[in-house]
């Protein structure tokens, strides 16, 4: 790729401490760039060298989204070479966006969460009752993966009617508990004594686990839910711990919640977010207007 992708990649690590991962992600799409414009240069590349690559990754079948990543990792490194003084000028400037679809959150229907459920139940052993008070717990409040795995003892230990959980941005929210999320954290707490036990850190979580957090890992309840899923008979594809937080804010809106509280309850700093459930509304409105208008019935005839 040339050296200068590798000090760019140097500066994402450094100066803007991003991830591994997304050091890797960046590598792999200037690579793939590189490739495509041999013999020439990254560093050397014009604006029609990198409208051509764009293209090419649409005849390729890349998707909108993957499109869009390429172009932004493109448009980091020519700005880079920009301000480095590598370039007088930034090939990529004038490049479009692909339009990107805002996709439907996938959801459960109230029916398959009843089967997870009971299916985490039907588990024998302790299992069965951290299974099922990890789902009515993430159910109940639409906690993120790593906000439910990540909760401490002190949260649940004195039978809460609201949660307090410290999300993004270290921002804490108050998240109400069901009652069945109640009983459910109620029956798997004496379990969780004997969990704790011999676990370096286990005493503080609320869900101990043998890796190096102390608690139960992402990883780790990902695949829990995977194997519940085929135990219900719902295709393991459809569950995972988002799809959860997904049900929990569809089925609030369509039995007739507030969107601003959903807003509050998911810990979304802005509403737009919060938006993509207005699809529930949506038909709950319709389903309205078709049973309780008092014309929806009725047929005219010409």
Do not use: C, I
């Given at each position: 790729m040339g050296h200068e992708a590798e000090?760019?990649?140097?500066?994402?690590?450094?100066e803007r401490a991003a991830s591994?991962?997304?050091v890797d992600a960046y590598r792999r799409d200037l690579a793939d760039l590189a490739a495509a414009l041999a013999p020439r240069s990254l560093a050397g590349a014009g604006g029609a060298d990198l409208k051509t690559y764009l293209r090419g990754l649409m005849a390729r079948g890349f998707s909108p989204r993957t499109q869009a990543r390429r172009l932004s990792a493109i448009r980091q490194f020519y700005l880079f070479l920009q301000a480095e003084g590598e370039r007088a000028d930034n090939p990529a400037r004038l490049l479009?966006?692909?339009r990107i679809g805002r996709p439907l959150p996938k959801?459960?229907?109230?029916?398959?969460v009843d089967r997870l459920i009971a299916a985490a139940r039907a588990l024998p052993g302790p299992s069965g009752p951290r299974t099922v008070a990890l789902l009515e717990v993430l159910y109940a409040t639409g906690l993120r993966v790593s906000e439910l795995v990540g909760l401490p003892f002190s949260a649940v230990?004195?039978?809460?009617?609201?949660?307090?959980v410290m999300g993004k941005g270290r921002k804490e929210r108050a998240v109400p508990l069901t009652p069945a999320a109640r009983d459910a954290l109620a029956a798997y707490l004496p379990h969780r004594a004997?969990?704790?036990?011999?676990?370096?850190g286990g005493g503080k979580w609320a869900f101990p686990g043998p890796g190096r957090s102390g608690h139960l890992t992402r990883d780790a309840f990902y695949k829990m839910l995977k194997t519940?899923?085929?135990n219900a008979g719902i295709s393991p594809?459809?569950?995972s711990p988002h799809v959860l937080r997904h049900s929990f804010a569809s089925h609030l809106l369509a039995h007739g919640a507030d969107l601003r509280a959903v807003q509050s309850m998911l810990g979304h700093a802005d509403i737009a977010t919060t938006q993509i459930y207005t699809h529930v509304l949506e038909d709950r409105l319709r389903s309205l207007v078709e049973t309780g208008h008092p014309l929806a019935g009725l047929k005219l005839k010409l």
């Open positions: 000090r760019f990649l140097e500066m994402m690590r450094a591994p991962r997304t479009d966006s692909p959801y459960l229907s109230e029916g398959e230990a004195r039978n809460p009617e609201v949660l307090l004997e969990t704790a036990r011999g676990l370096r519940l899923a085929a594809s459809k569950v």
